[in-house]
């Protein structure tokens, strides 16, 4: 399959060795976005079939990416399991860039967190 997605023209050399996706987070965002944003890295590689080095905040996953309708419905069904949260259809819908999603998902995960008061009450 990366083969093919190479022959392609969807990834670089296969035999490149990628920069971790820590590393790239770190290049392109500030300290608290960083861990969020190399989870979103290494999904947006694994399901596009893409490389680390072809991210940058202003990506666009149909544009510059290749991604098709059924690519990204499939990419936003992992990043609601890696971050166990139930993405809206009008969020979903919306055309993101990488650095547009990675704020969107530094947002839900900071609104959805419980505070310490609603844990206080034996709310979650």
């Not at 050399?13 to 969020?36: E, G, M, V």
Request: one cysteine or more; glycine letters at 4%.
């Amino acid at each position: 399959m990366k083969l093919l997605n190479w022959l392609f023209g969807r990834t670089k050399n296969p035999r490149q060795k990628p920069i971790p996706s820590t590393d790239w987070a770190a290049l392109h965002f500030t300290q608290p976005q960083q861990a969020i944003a190399a989870r979103v890295a290494d999904i947006i590689c694994e399901q596009l079939g893409v490389t680390i080095g072809q991210l940058t905040p202003d990506t666009r996953f149909i544009e510059n990416l290749g991604a098709d309708s059924l690519d990204f419905v499939e990419m936003l069904m992992a990043f609601e399991e890696e971050f166990q949260i139930k993405l809206p259809d009008a969020d979903s819908e919306k055309p993101m860039c990488v650095g547009d999603l990675i704020e969107y998902f530094e947002r839900r995960l900071q609104h959805d967190a419980p505070s310490v008061n609603d844990h206080d009450s034996g709310e979650l």
